[in-house]
């Protein structure tokens, strides 16, 4: 299996008072779902943002299927903030519009079809949609990319449970197989059955990255009662 | 990807665009019917106060329009590349360098829009379409009482060139504060503070750069040759050397939002902060 990212040395502060990651090192490779877990503050957003190219790193390495962060790695880079961020004043075909000129990877059809299933009209003003549908178009838009990587940050965070099943469901029926996943969350009883790999961040380091079910296997516990347990304070 | 780049701009922004100039063109026709009612005999005085006042406000929305040039374009850089519409623009597959390019021709398409739009406004406010020709008369007639007679065809170019340089003036503007608020969020802390702190900085370099170049072109030499080219084109019609003087002022405004917009695609390729 192929390394779609490869992290080496980062290190990353805001401001000379906070450094969040000292020197980070972080391989992960192709074809997984992987929850990136750990408490508030823990670094899961900056690296997520940094692997967007949101955020600069103060050093080190980062590469995205063998690429430094630039155009080239976004074009294959599919990222779901925890914040909408669409122009409000936009229409829904507007939107998909806009993906379909600028990544390649963008399957409008399917973007269509997901928008028909949840009743969205695509002629209307996204200002006009409620916050639940604005949150599911940002996340149809994301999915619907066939990308190499997909960043997803806090998904399923501040939804109620149905819609953190569709949410779920959407991400699990449009990925592709060979493509990887990175979900950031502390709400992992909702993911954990769909996770490959885990990696635990704690204060900036990674203390802990292994295959889900080797890790079941070997604490005899969920990956929730495990992560409980890790971050006890 | 610049031609997708501009496009994302236009769809972006047409709303605004069309609400200042939609509304401008709107005010100058009340301002045209209420204006021709005025004149008519059967209005009375109060009416004709009202129509004064709103006269009034007029002038000053005329003016509003040339300051929400600059307004609106860097509230929209804000939203676009800052707040939360920047966690999308930075993700395009685009190079900076291209995103800050399709904006400038973006921004420089609004300014010649307004361009077009303001004097047409003006036009419609004041029911007369030869409003700009009796400019040219108005300052033909001042010249000729200083005891000089120049071409019209020459007012007419030194009255476009300024023309051009008050709109190039707003798109400088305009640069200078994307590319401050840019710098003002590399850092973590105090965002604001530095963003107006980097346009103090930005307005004393582009000072000092001018004073340099005036005592550069004071140098006798240079002076001299700077002379002899002027003469050569304009004779001694000074007329005509201010339309060299403000072309050249003109090509330095351009040059100068050309390495006000590299500044600002380098502070964001290397100093991106979307915290």
């Known amino acids: ?233 | 990807m610049l031609g997708k780049t501009i496009k994302n701009e236009f769809v972006n922004r047409w709303r605004q665009v069309a609400a200042i100039f939609g509304g401008f063109i709107t005010f100058s026709l009340i301002v045209l019917v209420l204006g021709k009612l005025s004149q008519s005999v059967i209005v009375n005085s109060y009416f004709k106060n009202l129509v004064l006042i709103i006269d009034g406000i007029y002038m000053f929305a005329s003016i509003g329009v040339i300051i929400a040039l600059m307004i609106m374009p860097f509230g929209d850089f804000r939203t676009r590349f800052y707040k939360d519409e920047g966690y999308l623009t930075h993700t395009l597959p685009v190079k900076t360098s291209t995103l800050v390019t399709g904006r400038m021709i973006c921004d420089l398409c609004m300014v010649i829009l307004a361009a077009v739009i303001w004097p047409l406004g003006i036009c419609i406010a004041t029911g007369k379409a030869n409003i700009y020709s009796q400019l040219v008369d108005n300052a033909l007639w001042g010249i000729k009482i200083l005891g000089n007679t120049v071409d019209r065809a020459l007012v007419v170019g030194v009255m476009v060139q300024i023309f051009i340089f008050v709109f190039l003036g707003i798109l400088f503007t305009l640069w200078m504060l994307n590319a401050a608020y840019a710098f003002g969020h590399m850092f973590n802390r105090g965002k604001r503070v530095k963003s107006v702190a980097g346009f103090i900085g930005f307005a004393i370099i582009f000072e000092l750069v001018i004073m340099l170049l005036d005592k550069i072109t004071q140098i006798e030499a240079l002076e001299k040759a700077i002379d002899s080219i002027i003469q050569k084109i304009c004779g001694s019609n000074e007329v005509a050397t201010a339309i060299v003087v403000f072309g050249i002022l003109n090509i330095g405004m351009i040059v100068g939002v050309v390495l006000l917009a590299i500044v600002t695609a380098y502070i964001m390729k290397k100093h991106l902060n979307l915290e």
């Open chain 1, 1 to 233: 299996m192929s390394n779609i990212v490869q992290i080496s040395g980062v290190r990353k502060g805001y401001g000379i008072s906070k450094t969040v990651f000292e020197e980070l090192n972080l391989t992960l490779e192709s074809g997984k779902i992987i929850g990136l877990l750990g408490p508030n503050g823990s670094g899961k957003t900056t690296l997520i943002k940094m692997l967007a190219g949101l955020l600069r790193n103060d050093a080190g390495e980062i590469l995205i299927d063998g690429m430094e962060i630039g155009a080239q790695t976004k074009a294959i880079v599919s990222y779901l903030p925890e914040r909408t961020y669409f122009n409000e004043y936009l229409t829904v075909k507007n939107l998909i519009g806009m993906f379909e000129d600028f990544y390649e990877d963008f399957d409008s059809e399917r973007a269509y079809k997901m928008m028909e299933l949840l009743d969205i009209n695509p002629n209307m003003v996204l200002k006009k949609l409620s916050k639940g549908n604005k949150e599911k178009v940002q996340l149809i838009m994301v999915m619907s990319r066939r990308a190499k990587l997909y960043l997803l940050d806090e998904p399923i965070a501040g939804v109620d449970p149905a819609a953190r099943d569709y949410i779920m469901q959407t991400i699990l029926t449009n990925y592709d197989e060979n493509s990887t996943i990175l979900i950031s969350t502390h709400l992992i009883q909702d993911i954990e059955n769909i996770l490959d790999e885990v990696i635990f961040v704690k204060d900036g380091r990674i203390v802990c990255q292994e295959n889900a079910d080797e890790l079941r296997q070997k604490k005899g516990q969920s990956i929730d009662e495990i992560f409980r347990e890790v971050f006890r304070c």
